[in-house]
């Protein structure tokens, strides 16, 4: 059974720094693209970051600048390093395994999704 599990969610103030990892068990996801996804209350799940196979990252232009995206193939397991985060930020952060190699801001271009860690940025 594939599962992704995210943790390091957390309770921080404006300008601090937290950093999300999500590991994945039950298949390695070398060959495919992962990504964050966020969502915050009444609003629908919005695209974060995404790291492709070959490790090439994209990021929304939010979050450009302050979050990087990274992974440990060895480990099976993806990052989110947060820092100088906003009270914009609080949410539900969600991994997401890709169908395919290259990464994408499509939901729908994820095939396995985990359950979530909530953010909360305090001001």
């Known amino acids: 059974q594939v599962q992704l599990a995210e943790s390091g969610g957390g309770l921080v103030q404006t300008g601090g720094s937290l950093r999300l990892s999500c590991a994945a068990s039950?298949?390695?996801?070398?060959?495919?693209?992962m990504a964050w996804f966020r969502q915050a209350p009444g609003k629908e799940r919005e695209f974060v970051a995404t790291?492709?196979?070959?490790?090439?990252?994209y990021y929304a232009i939010s979050v450009k600048g302050r979050f990087t995206i990274s992974r440990d193939t060895s480990k099976n397991t993806m990052y989110l390093q947060m820092n100088s985060l906003k009270p914009e930020d609080t949410a539900v952060y969600y991994c997401?395994?890709?169908?395919?190699?290259?990464?994408?801001?499509?939901?729908?271009?994820?095939?396995?999704w985990g359950q979530g860690t909530q953010v909360t940025v305090s001001s």
């Open positions: 997401a395994a890709g169908r395919a190699g290259w990464g994408s801001v499509r939901k729908n271009q994820y095939e396995y």
């Open positions: 039950g298949r390695t996801f070398s060959t495919n693209a």
């Open positions: 790291i492709s196979a070959n490790e090439s990252t």
